[in-house]
């Protein structure tokens, strides 16, 4: 037994060698292992880099973002406080659960999440989907998902795991990974570039117009992509993609550090429309538990005449920090940021956009809401900035804040940068409560308190819902009411 | 109907109300007019069960059962219906969402179904046809940016649509232009019936030349100090609130 337990140790050894790697920094993990060791070192970002059977190019880029990271500093800049994660007592990597590892029914799962479920009215077999229930292949969303494909394939547009991309599309990963976002960004993109586990990647052909809205929801293989999530979007030359990512039912998550890094890449006359929903589990009601989210997402319109608009809904997370940005660097290129950040209990969310205006001609629209309850504190955080290069960039933010009860907190922080004197920036910014006078009106026209707060915390956020795809925006809707839930008394 | 009982209530520890009584059988329209700040809009967020009204003595009893336990939107599915002085604002909700929620809230509370999208909009549509209220303002944001004349009669459109047993008007007739003011006295004279009554707050007895009520109480410092029949509101008229208040002390 002991024996043939070597042997096979030996084996895996000899096949991951195969693969490229080198053992210089004393890898001894079995490849077949279901995680990697605890802890961050070179050896794990090998051993993630073999998991994926990725190229040399790919794990030498890791591998220099990891002796980045190694010399950086986690920031402290936002208005967020946690407890100091410890980087070496979390896992980086674990193999997607086997379908005997999985939940057998939707019996296993947690009631309160059922519960929500049905609130949002999720079917029933997507729901199996969503809890990670395990589920055969005749699975009803399989088949929709193979006719996707299709229809993808036709239209010539590439949308897969990023990691069967790094082996199958090589020239066109490398050409784009890391372009918007650098490896050495800030320390959670570094990190996530060491790291990820898996992601999303899009291409987009020429004057293409993707016949339809992608989601990571009906990427098959999307159910386990892990804490440190990258995602790759090009538009190619006059193309237009939709995307929507996430989910507006909550997701659990053992791990509690999430580093997404998002890159989008516009090229010229080229349209990139990209929706959040953001619901991971925020923590109790005492402020227990819950994910600590730490996006990176940019977006470059790198061609004249591009754009890129990024639409989000954040609602889950015990801490959220995440600004997603627009480069506009093609003359005529326009950035638009539409944002609803909803924090309840003891959540934190520091959330906005960068706009930078490199091109002349360059437009910028910042719509953001953010609602706070119970003890939460929600911030916005911008920039916009002008380059000397810039003429005739123009810029409109508007920045509203709701509060419910008293112990909230909202903060907006916009900075702006002009250094051409031709451009134009507006800037407005509102901080109002629910008034009692709405809810009484709400009260006697039959409308409960909770149903009322929901229905005046969707009206304030309506501008932004309008933006995300019809049917994302009535879940969306439904997803507003139940963040807010007990926020009244 | 209603039975108000020797009614006191205190507002921010002030007492408005001291000792109000006033009762309206089914079918009845009654009007109360009474000078500023004597009481009336206080009367009607007690009824409607406004927070902040403390009822420190006294009862209320609506088709028989105590109201002041009910929180207000069991009232509201109840039937009682508030047409306030000053409608409020909603922004970003437009006013066809709005009367779907509060609808549907009304009928879930009674345990009835729930009308569909295309069930409301009939219904609403039909209503403000007969209010001559404009298609287009259904589709703005509540009462946002509406004049005042144009939120009254939304007010009356939405008594319309829910069909309260007891529906209080404040002072619905004010802001409005003589042909909204007939529109409006229509529409709530098309909802008078026998199993429904009214209580009309207005200041002005011209309401009343259209609305005809069968009774009329005059409200002063928090009491009913006169009452009548529809001829008391032309008295008033003639000869002012001072002269009728020195009358009855
Ligand atoms: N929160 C409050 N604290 C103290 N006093 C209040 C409060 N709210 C109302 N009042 C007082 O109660 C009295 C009655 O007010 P109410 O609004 O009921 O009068 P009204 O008869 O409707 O007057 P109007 O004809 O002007 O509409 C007024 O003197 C008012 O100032
Ligand atoms: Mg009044």
């Known amino acids: 037994m002991a024996a043939a337990n070597e042997t096979r140790k030996a084996e895996t050894k000899l096949a991951v060698a195969e693969l490229g790697e080198k053992y210089k920094y004393g890898f001894v993990t079995d490849i077949e292992m279901e995680r990697a060791p605890k802890g961050l070192s070179e050896d794990t970002v090998r051993f993630i880099s073999a998991k994926k059977s990725e190229p040399e190019w790919m794990l030498q880029w890791r591998l220099g973002a990891f002796r980045r990271w190694q010399e950086m500093r986690e920031p402290n800049w936002a208005r967020v406080h946690y407890q100091k994660i410890d980087y070496q007592d979390s896992y980086y990597y674990a193999a997607p659960k086997s379908q005997s590892n999985k939940p057998q029914s939707l019996d ?48 010539g547009v590439i949308f897969c795991p990023i990691s069967e991309a790094i082996r199958d599309h090589g020239e066109l990963v490398r050409k784009y990974l890391g372009t918007v976002v650098p490896v050495t960004d800030n320390f959670f993109a570094t990190l996530n570039s060491a790291v990820f586990s898996d992601g999303t990647f899009v291409y987009v052909p020429k004057g293409v117009r993707c016949p339809m809205e992608l989601s990571t929801y009906f990427r098959i293989n999307a159910q386990d992509t892990g804490q440190f999530e990258r995602t790759l979007i090009i538009a190619d030359e006059g193309s237009y993609v939709s995307y929507l990512e996430g989910c507006t039912a909550p997701k659990r998550d053992e791990n509690q550090l999430h580093a997404a890094v998002v890159e989008l890449v516009a090229l010229e006359g080229a349209e990139i429309k990209y929706s959040t929903v953001q619901n991971w589990y925020p923590g109790d009601e005492d402020g227990k538990g819950g994910i600590y989210n730490f996006v990176t997402k940019r977006g470059d319109c790198r061609g004249n005449r591009s754009k890129i608009s990024w639409t989000q809904v954040e609602t889950g997370s015990a801490i959220t920090w995440k600004y997603p940005s627009c480069i506009l660097r093609g003359d005529d290129s326009v950035g638009e940021f539409y944002s609803i950040a909803i924090t309840n209990n003891y959540q934190q969310a520091d959330t906005g956009t960068k706009m930078t205006h490199l091109g002349k001609n360059t437009r910028s629209r910042i719509i953001s809401k953010g609602i ?37 907190g909202a903060h907006t922080v916009p900075y702006i940068e002009s250094r051409n004197r031709s451009s134009r920036i507006e800037h407005e910014a509102t901080t109002s409560k629910i008034a009692e006078d709405q809810l009484f009106y709400c009260t006697q026209r039959g409308i409960p308190a909770e149903e009322a707060v929901a229905l005046i915390v969707n009206g304030f956020c309506r501008e932004v819902l309008q933006q995300l795809p019809m049917e994302f925006a009535v879940e969306a809707q439904k997803l507003v009411g139940i963040s807010l839930e007990g926020s009244v008394g | 109907m209603l039975e108000i009982k020797n009614l006191h209530v205190a507002v ?52 028989g059962q105590d109201l002041t336990t009910m929180a207000p939107e069991e009232r509201a599915a109840q039937g009682v219906f508030l047409a306030m002085q000053y409608p409020v604002e909603i922004p970003g909700v437009t006013t066809m969402t709005f009367l779907k929620t509060a609808l549907n809230a009304q009928r879930r509370a009674r345990g009835e179904k729930e009308v569909d999208a295309v069930g ?50 404040d002072e619905t007739d004010s802001g409005l232009d003589i042909d909204a003011l007939k529109l409006v006295a229509q529409g709530v004279n098309a909802l008078r019936a026998p ?53 009855a002390a």
Do not use: W
């Open chain 2, 195 to 247: 199993d429904r009554a009214m209580l009309v707050i207005t200041h002005y007895q011209r309401l009343l030349n259209y609305i005809v009520p069968d009774r009329v109480h005059v409200l002063s410092a928090g009491r009913i100090i006169k009452e009548g029949g529809k001829e008391l509101a032309l008295e008033l008229e003639a000869r002012g609130y001072a002269q009728i208040i020195k009358d």
């Open chain 2, 120 to 169: 409301v909009l009939k219904l609403v549509r039909e209503k403000a046809k007969a209010l001559n209220v404009p298609e287009e303002m259904l589709k703005r944001a509540l009462n946002v940016g509406f004049s005042g004349g144009e939120k009254k009669r939304l007010e009356i459109l939405q008594a319309a649509v829910f069909q309260p047993s007891l529906a209080i008007l």
């Open chain 1, 372 to 408: 706070s309850a119970g003890r939460a504190q929600n911030t916005y955080r911008g920039l916009v900035s002008v380059h000397p290069r810039a003429e005739n960039a123009r810029n409109y933010t508007q920045c509203d804040s709701l509060l419910i009860g008293a112990q909230c």
């Open chain 1, 108 to 155: 296993e799962i947690d009631p309160k999440i059922l519960e929500t479920y049905k609130k949002l009215g999720i079917p029933l077999h997507e729901q199996m989907l969503l809890a990670g229930v395990a589920v055969d292949a005749v699975f009803d969303s399989v088949s929709v998902a193979t006719t996707f494909k299709a229809k993808l394939n036709e239209a």
């Open chain 2, 12 to 63: 921010g520890g002030q007492e408005i109300l001291k000792g109000l009584t006033l009762s309206i059988a089914d079918g009845e329209v009654h009007a109360i007019m009474g000078p500023n700040g004597s009481g009336k809009s206080t009367l009607s967020y007690v009824l409607a069960g406004r927070e902040g009204y403390e009822i420190t003595q006294g009862s209320v009893l609506y088709r």
